[in-house]
């Protein structure tokens, strides 16, 4: 079976702790979860809509993408002279330096914010669900921190967003996992494109953790439903989280699921 986790080899431990707290939910619980998405005003639905920043979301896309877009286009006119100009220019220079990052994402948490009960809360059904569905939380929400700590992420949205989005794409598309530099590059796309927001600077503290701890959340669920269904061999499962992780692409980013893919491990914007 493909690795499925965006981080490895460091967060194959992630998909381990998630998955067998998941098992205990089991699987037709788990199809259940992902069916109702559907409805959006339940579930995971209930949990972003607590959070908001939509409006600001479909403008980062639309920036990122922009951004990505141009990047890969200046490198390839960069490739192509590279070869064929007679230049002693180094192909780089037709690159425009990257400006230093203002990060607008990050963010001062705030240790008294408790998400892992929100995602209880909205998708547990028993107390024994609930505290289940917070432990997968909790575990990723670990985890996630050592990796973004070690990358430079912390307390930044865009780092959880980053996550998120590589996890969604790659279980939605059911392909191989970005590249490692893939991965960064798309975090310095996203932290970019909030910086060129100048109303999210004055976003709240408080509403960037929330929202940065609900992608990290979307995406543990999601890696646990999936790797379950993979592992067991549950054709459904599998079936029913690769239509959430589309659900959940267009509630998070604001943009249909098939416009953002994996090719030649590049995470691609459309």
């Known amino acids: ?13 992630i998909g381990a702790l998630i998955t067998w707290a998941f098992v205990s939910i089991g699987v037709g619980k788990a199809s259940a979860q992902a069916e109702t998405a559907w ?27 922009a951004k990505a877009q141009k990047i ?18 180094s192909p780089q220079q037709s690159v425009q330096p990257r400006r230093s990052p203002r990060n607008y994402g990050k ?6 914010i408790d998400t892992g009960k929100a995602f209880a809360d ?5 107390a024994e669900e609930r505290q289940l569905i917070n432990k997968v939380y909790s575990a990723t929400k670990t985890a996630f921190e050592k990796e973004a700590a ?10 959880g967003l980053t996550f998120f989005t590589t996890t969604a794409v790659t279980i939605y598309h059911d ?53 379950e269904g993979k592992q067991t061999g549950n054709a459904d499962t ?17 943009t249909d699921p098939e416009n953002i893919k994996i090719e030649n491990g590049q995470i691609v914007m459309k």
């Open 150 to 159: 070690v990358r430079g992420w912390q307390n930044n949205i865009a780092g």
């Open 1 to 13: 079976m493909k690795n499925i986790c965006p981080f490895a080899p460091r967060y194959i431990l």
């Open 238 to 254: 599998v079936a029913s989280y690769r239509k959430l992780a589309g659900v959940l692409i267009q509630m998070v980013l604001k």
């Open 175 to 227: 392909s191989e996992e970005p590249s490692d530099q893939a991965v960064q590059s798309y975090y310095e796309v996203v932290n970019a494109a909030f910086d060129e927001i100048p109303e999210f600077k004055n976003v709240s503290n408080r509403d960037k953790q929330n929202f940065n701890n609900m992608t990290v959340g979307f995406a543990g669920l999601l890696l646990a439903g999936y790797m």
């Open 122 to 126: 909205a998708l547990g059904d028993t």
């Open 72 to 89: 890969t286009s200046a490198e390839a006119s960069g490739r192509v002279a590279g070869v064929n100009s007679t230049s002693r220019s």
């Open 107 to 112: 963010f001062v948490p705030d240790p008294k």
């Open 39 to 65: 409805g959006y005003s339940t579930g995971y639905g209930n949990v972003y809509g607590s959070y908001g920043l939509a409006q600001t979301m479909q403008t980062m896309y639309n920036v990122a993408r």
